[in-house]
């Protein structure tokens, strides 16, 4: 049976015809570009100019970053007194990447460095005890931690105890309130992290990997280093944490992922290398999958990767080896300078990869099982659970549950013969997980997380508590309002206005991810001039006509096609020549070698 889904409202910008006339007059861009800029607070020649060039020169100096030169002064330290630095990472690709930083860079300094990733189940987020121990038991005298660290309490207290100085380099919210409140943090030699309150660095996103390699690069450069040297080295290395962890792909992040797109193209990295073969992304693929999107739209003429191929075909494989395995194994892909090995690992992370989306897919299906017998998804929060669902997976079906019901989410497994229960959730704009979670931290042993994904481990006889808990919660602190799924559209414009050369340029805003999405447009008063299925039954191509504005000069209708994913059951019963309100997003199709535009469908309605 069909579940009922929210209905989006569709929110329009108003236009500045002023502003856009000024970018596309001193810049020599098109008048759809302009709009696209001006609606996304873009104004300025100048800040145009930098965004759609960005540069690496404009990165900033690291050590504006807070602690910055009180880490560099301890890792120095460390390299005089000839001592072992133990780096700690995390378990998803923007900390997996962030270890792989330090320790390529840090062993091609001559410093004596060894790494460590967690395991999901045997440690979970962040610094378990034992880790800590196990660096004291190789003799490590710095504990250099990674895209975590920056609510590791205890555990820096026992690495104090145990003869160990400690440099946290993170962006993850600061402390928790058992340790002072949002301000506080662990008592290390040194705090990196641009969401401290006392921070002064101009651009507080950077992803966990974005603060490793500005910090590596600081180390690198006290070194005798030059900068172009170590950003052309780890640009590849940064470009994965940066994507992969969905941090606003504007400002430094932008520079860092557009840059490292190019540098990943190039790389000469072993590890990197193999992964591009398995992903289908090298010019001598080990294996090819059947993807949906390279189907209807095309592989490139030219081998470019982009923030998509990023986002969902090498990041998954990465992080496939920690939901499925052992993140250990991504790690010493990503430090591997022998082939075989190189190659041999790439092929275990693309078979754990499948066993990740079928395990993924049991999960998801199971909690729509549960959603629909319980009309759980008329709340206006979800929250499941159940026994044996993988830890590694929850996360990515909260996400997809979050998405389809537009209704914060949380999913909790009582994992094997574990006496905790381990939960992992997704939002929605407007509404902080993380907040909900500090605010009902009773029910929990741990949580922590951000406004949008956030974790928490749990008695499991609690569970049933913590639900009617946090949906009462939810129903005081959120509007209704709030809770209907929007569409935030670029422009409003004609069919014609797509040209294949308008659309070429709207590549100069790439790449695409979170704050900067791939542009949307309304088209009002469209027919289907027709539908045909595919292969696939939950999607249709099809075409649509309009008739040109332009009377004067006689032209024909305008008819473009394109592709409409996962609105298969609708269009096939939609009336022919029924006039039509759509989103859409234009691209280029690169099938066969020959480019043209097309558009994917996003949300549509009659026009009445």
Not at 219 to 228: L, R, T
Not at 232 to 250: M, N, Q, Y
Not at 442 to 453: D, E, K, N, R, V
Request: net charge negative.
């Amino acid at each position: 049976m069909t579940l009922e889904l929210p209905r989006a409202k569709w929110r329009i910008p108003l236009r500045n015809p002023s502003q856009e006339n000024r970018l596309t007059e001193e810049l020599g861009i098109s008048p759809l570009l302009a709009r696209v800029l001006v609606v996304r607070g873009i104004t300025e020649p100048k800040e145009a100019e930098e965004f759609l060039h960005p540069r690496l020169e404009n990165l900033h100096d690291p050590y504006l970053l807070p602690d910055c030169a009180r880490a560099v002064e301890e890792i120095m330290l460390a390299k005089e007194k000839k001592e072992r630095i133990f780096v700690h990472g995390d378990y998803d690709v923007d900390g997996i990447s962030s270890a792989a930083i330090w320790t390529r860079s840090l062993k091609r300094l001559g410093f004596d460095v060894t790494a460590h990733v967690p395991h999901r189940i045997r440690e979970g987020y962040g610094i378990h005890d034992t880790a800590v121990r196990e660096a004291a038991e190789q003799g490590a005298k710095l504990l250099l931690t990674c895209d975590c660290g920056s609510s590791a309490f205890e555990t820096v207290e026992i690495a104090r105890e145990l003869g160990m100085r400690v440099v946290i380099t993170d962006h993850h919210l600061i402390g928790n309130g058992n340790h002072g409140g949002g301000n506080a943090f662990p008592r290390a030699n040194a705090v990196v992290n641009p969401s401290r309150s006392d921070s002064e660095y101009p651009f507080p996103y950077l992803s966990g990997a974005g603060v490793s390699f500005k910090v590596a690069q600081a180390v690198a450069e006290e070194c005798g280093a030059k900068p172009n040297q170590f950003q052309r080295a780890f640009l590849d290395l940064v470009c994965l944490g940066t994507i992969a962890d969905v941090v606003p792909l504007i400002g430094e992040n932008r520079i860092l992922a557009s840059h490292g797109l190019d540098a990943l193209e190039k790389t000469q990295k072993k590890g990197l290398r193999a992964l591009l073969r398995v992903s289908d992304l090298d010019e001598d693929p080990a294996t090819i999958e059947e993807d949906e999107y390279y189907q209807y739209f095309g592989k490139p003429t030219k081998k470019k990767i982009t923030s998509w191929d990023v986002g969902w075909r090498l990041s998954p494989r990465i992080n496939a080896a920690g939901r499925i395995d052992d993140a250990a194994h991504s790690l010493a892909l990503l430090l591997t300078e022998d082939e075989e090995e190189a190659s041999e690992i790439a092929k275990l992370l693309n078979q754990q990869n499948l066993e990740r989306r079928e395990e993924q897919k049991r999960v998801f299906e199971h909690a729509l099982e549960i959603i629909y017998e319980r009309e759980i998804h008329k709340k206006n929060l979800i929250f499941l659970y159940a026994e044996g669902w993988h830890p590694g997976v929850i996360g990515i079906v909260a996400g997809k549950i979050a998405e389809m019901f537009y209704r914060p989410t949380f999913l909790a497994t009582i994992h094997d013969t574990s006496e905790i229960a381990r939960g992992s959730g997704r939002s929605i704009p407007n509404f902080h997980l993380h907040n909900a979670l500090e605010a009902n931290k009773h029910l929990f042993l741990s949580c922590g997380g951000h406004a949008m994904a956030a974790g928490f481990s749990i008695r499991p006889e609690r569970l049933e508590e913590a639900a009617e808990i946090l949906c009462e919660w939810t129903d005081k602190t959120i509007a209704e309002i709030e809770l209907v799924p929007q569409w935030d559209i670029d422009a409003e414009i004609e069919p014609e206005n797509l040209t294949f050369r308008a659309v070429k340029e709207l590549c100069k805003l790439e790449p695409f991810g979170e704050a900067n999405p791939e542009p949307r447009f309304l088209l009002r008063n469209v027919e289907f001039a027709w539908i045909r299925e595919t292969s696939n039954p939950n999607h249709v191509q099809f075409a649509i006509t309009a008739p040109s504005n332009d009377s004067s000069r006689f032209r024909k209708n305008t008819v473009i096609e394109g592709i409409a994913f996962d609105f298969g059951e609708r269009l096939r019963s939609f009336p022919p020549c029924t006039k039509t309100d759509m989103i859409v997003r234009a691209c280029l199709d690169s099938w066969n070698g020959s480019e043209r535009m097309r558009l994917q469908l996003l949300d549509f309605m009659e026009n009445s």
